[in-house]
């Protein structure tokens, strides 16, 4: 929480908005509350086209109307894991 707070006081943030996101969605999932909703919704939309583009450049075509259930652990970590990486690049190289 630290971090986001130094973030949103910063020109960050954006970067700061979407961290958030997914952490409360992360913790949204696994508190099985059945309460998911979007704290920021402008975000969500970016976080939509980067994970598409993510998808697509590692080979996986036409993602978002894809059932993630039938495809591997690693192909759906595999797009989460480089989404993260990149937000932290674009944190990083704002510093």
Known sequence: ???V???LQSKF???AKQYYIIKEEIHMAS???GSNRTLVPEAKAGLN???TEVA???GLQ???ATDKGNLSSRQ????GGEMVKRMIQSYEQGL
């Open 1 to 3: 929480m630290r971090l």
């Open 56 to 58: 697509s450049e590692i």
């Open 49 to 51: 086209r980067l994970k």
């Open 76 to 79: 759906n970590g595999s797009v």
């Open 5 to 7: 707070n130094i973030l």
């Open 31 to 33: 508190s099985n509350s």
């Open 62 to 64: 036409n993602y978002e």
């Open 13 to 15: 943030k954006k970067v």
